[in-house]
């Protein structure tokens, strides 16, 4: 290109008109060279360009060879002449200018011929941050961040790294979460304040970022903020850490996590000083977000460190010729040979698991995504209902607090949509380039480009509940998603409606008149019993198809209860009459065989640790089942109290009995943030003839002022030996004499603690406590929709609740108040629970009528 000069000193004549001299090279503005690639996974590394806007590029050898030789001063002569000798083998001027007007000049590196900067285009990858806003620039980060890069010393790191796993530990095993959540929702202020140390740790986390290149030598740009994905993150130019070792640039990669555990460790810190429960749950967020940035699916910290650690800067780039290598007749190409053997190891497997995974989410969202907006529509609608709700008391806690809820539900809606809308203009651009005089591939592309639209008018199709919110109910499993985005489609063969687990269907049912109706939006919990060999696909007309099918194994007739945490009686039914909570076959003696588990429902689960269970199994004909359980747990420190006293006795057999009896007492020393003890009782005669079920579980709960002294120590040691020796002559007791000997020591355990710790204030008594119901079973079965059930007579209950088919009934449990203990307290409950106990009408599905039949005389239990 011609360039004229204009001297000013005498106006131009034609003897002035002068040829253009040989043009010299300079980089554009800002134009760092880096070098190479320190500990590159390349077989040839690469070298490294940095342009003034902070873009770093990967260059050939030869190419930086020819960068490093322009100083502003060369011409394209010099230049090669210079990268000649610098390359051993000759170089001319025209390859140096194929080299310039082909690679270097439009990747923004050098000045244009007339001597103005070129126009540079900073990469613009579909998983990169977006709509980025500078806060500072390199000098002030330099400033701010210069202090903490002191906290990476290796003493400071340890000390930290061992109190933050320590902490960590006890948060999230020992301590729990569930009273900072409980105080957090119940003042918002705390919630408030937990999410605006949330926000302001993530701010620090890029602090880590940049002290840590700080640390090893490297100047960190500017940070600010801006759009990763769906959320709003912030962000560090960290680039020149290229120029850093591979131990350095980790270290950079992973300074945020350690900041993230710096923030954990002093938020405990202050916890302990002021007792805020509520903030533990910035140490759960802080250890959320580091799981999180260790991710290596999208440019996360964890993509980072393994970008670092293979010697590959940018693995997206990779993706393509590592899918494109994966084919056998491309093993051998020069583009599927540029990495070492174990970083194209590496790098094949992020692939393989990027790639699906990605594709399988955005599947997802794309089919759900009328779920998600209206689910996000209808929140939005309940959060703007209690935003007015709290301006109109007056409230600005609870309205910053609604605002907040407002905006996280907006934004990724939104944020989602620019993800998709960005996704669809890079797929159709790249498709129109890529096919550019190519008719017939254009033609496929068109095709294609129809059937998704199609299948996105039908995912997206406003028909019946497609845009319905997300239930409660609802299981959210990835087959439920798919089925609803299919159910429109016909299926051939397809079974009748019914109940299938996991799935939507129709069955007749009782309801009450004057009850409200549940719905799909609001619906009602419901109790179905379904025997093993049940038709669910019969028209759900509660008609056994076949009777009922063995279940699972059962290790006797008579199960033995377990009681953690405490001292129990256990049987099982053996021929040893000696042996406490024991019944044998009347007269025989003999051990019944094991039998399956018969009854139409499932085994109750194991007690957990603090818990107690007592339970009893009968289905041989003419035998006794006892199983006792008796259990003292202590409770000590602000440990949930949430034991469970279970009584079991399950009878399916013909002139036979069963019988549980569950006794736990529970005490709690000093103060108790949640306390929601459970005491259930449960007795079920199935497919029984001239049976006895008799299911008994007494729980006592008190809360102490303090440990208990030496001496009362003593004497509730002794007296609960009694309370042994009692429960194993309980098959020798009358069942009307067991609850009032129960009784008698509750009174006796409240009298020891009373005269060591003073009088006790019991709180308010609980409704609903089941009186005892002994009642034998029918001559016969009678025909029920249970599936077998029997039809008894016995004590009316006087607490209303609800009838289990099959002749079952049991004691709901009875949870404490949640609240702190400022003195000793007790609460006493006992589940008695009998076959076929008479109840007033439920507020639920009203079971079908059963026949009457001639009442028989109730056995006592024989003793074993």
Known sequence: MARMTVLPSTPPGPGDVRSPGPEILRLAEGVQLLGEAVGSGYREPPALVRRGDGQVIQLTPLLHLVLSHIDGTRTVDEVAARVSEGYGRTVTADNVRTLLDGRLRPAGLLVRPDGSQPEVRKSDPLLGLRFRYAVTDPERTRRLTDPFARLFHPLVVAVVLAAFLGICWWVLVEEGLAHATYQAFEKPGLLLLVFAVTVLSAGFHEFGHAAAARRGGATPGAMGAGVYLVWPAFYTDVTDSYRLGKGGRIRTDLGGLYFNAIVAVAVTGVWWTTGYHALLLVVATQILQMVRQLLPLVRFDGYHVLADLTGVPDLFQRIGPTLRGLLPWRWRHPESRVLKPWARTVVAAWVLLVVPVLAFSLFIIVITLPRLLGTAWASLGKQTALIDRARLDGDVLEVAARVLAVVALAFPVLALGVVLARLVHRVLTATWRRTRGKPLRRGLAGLVAVAVVAGLAYAWWPRADAYRPVQPYEG????????????????????????????????????????????????????????????????????????????????????AGDAVAGDAVAGDAVADPATPGTGTAPGDGATPPAHPWVFPFDRPLQPDEGDNQALAANTTDGTVAYDVAFALVWVEGDVPALNRNEAYAFASCTGCAAVAVGFQVVLVVGENHVAAPQNIAAAVNYDCVNCLTYALAVQLFVTLDGPLSDAAMAELTALWEQIEAFGAQIPDVPLSEIQSRLDGFERQILQVIEKDQGPLTPPAPQPGQPAPAITSGAAEPAEDTSGGGAATSGTPAPSPGPASPGGASSAPPTPLEDAPSTGGGTEADTGRAGTGSAEPPPAGPTPAPTPAPEPTSTPEPAPG
């Open 476 to 559: 959210g499993t990835l087959v439920q998603a798919v089925s609803a985005a299919t159910s429109g489609l016909p299926r051939a063969g397809a079974p009748p409606a019914g109940l299938v687990e996991g799935q939507h269907g129709r069955m007749v049912s009782a309801w009450p008149d004057g009850g409200a109706r549940p719905t799909r939006e609001e619906p009602a919990l419901a109790l179905v019993l379904v025997p093993r060999g049940y038709d669910t696909t019969a028209g759900g007309s509660g008609a056994a198809a076949g009777g009922p099918v063995a279940g699972g194994p059962v290790a006797g007739d008579a199960v």
